[in-house]
């Protein structure tokens, strides 16, 4: 049997669809984190960027999101440290550390709406940023990284 270009490929061998087809669409990476001044700890909030559409869990505009959200990561095989950043259970991070991709991953499962069922993405508890005020955002802090 053939083995899937994710167990065959490292990162930076991946063609760019297949790289793309890692994003398991969890929306996780797309939580505002706050930064403390002071002790530089940071946390996450409930609260959304404003091009994610929480019902769906995917950007609205996923082609011009750098000129659109400055912050918006890039994630490329060459920023490999910053991935300790993201989700233990993102896919990036976990192949980078040399684990293996999740049951639920749209990849594994053929399902698209797995990763909603097993409560990993945030459709369920995420609030667009269109509907917080900026002073609000400490309110909604979830969890420190
Ligand atoms: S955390 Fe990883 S898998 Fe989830 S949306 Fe972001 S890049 Fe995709
Ligand atoms: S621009 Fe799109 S991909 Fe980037 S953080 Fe916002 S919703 Fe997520």
């Known amino acids: 049997m053939e083995l899937p270009f994710w167990k065959t490929k490292s990162l930076s061998e991946m063609a760019t669809n297949e790289w793309e087809s890692l994003c398991d669409g969890c929306g996780q990476c797309c939580l505002i984190?706050?930064?403390?001044?002071?002790?530089?700890?940071?946390?996450?909030?409930?609260?959304?960027?404003?091009?994610?559409?929480?019902?769906?869990?995917?950007?609205?505009?996923y082609e011009h999101r750098l000129q659109r959200v400055p912050i918006c990561l890039s994630l490329t095989p060459e920023k490999v440290d910053e991935f300790k950043w993201l989700p233990e259970?993102?896919?990036?991070?976990?192949?980078?550390?040399?684990?293996?991709?999740?049951?639920?991953?749209?990849?594994?499962?053929?399902?698209?709406?797995?990763?909603?069922?097993?409560?990993?993405?945030?459709?369920d508890f995420a609030q667009s940023e269109e509907h917080i005020h900026p002073d609000q955002l400490h309110e909604h802090v979830i969890e420190k990284m």
């Not at 293996?100 to 499962?109: N, R, V």
């Open 89 to 123: 259970t993102c896919a990036y991070r976990l192949l980078s550390e040399g684990k293996e991709l999740l049951s639920w991953h749209p990849l594994l499962c053929n399902n698209n709406n797995a990763i909603h069922e097993a409560g990993i993405s945030v459709c």
């Open 33 to 61: 984190k706050l930064e403390d001044d002071e002790t530089f700890d940071v946390y996450v909030t409930n609260v959304a960027c404003r091009l994610l559409d929480i019902e769906t869990c995917r950007c609205r505009d």
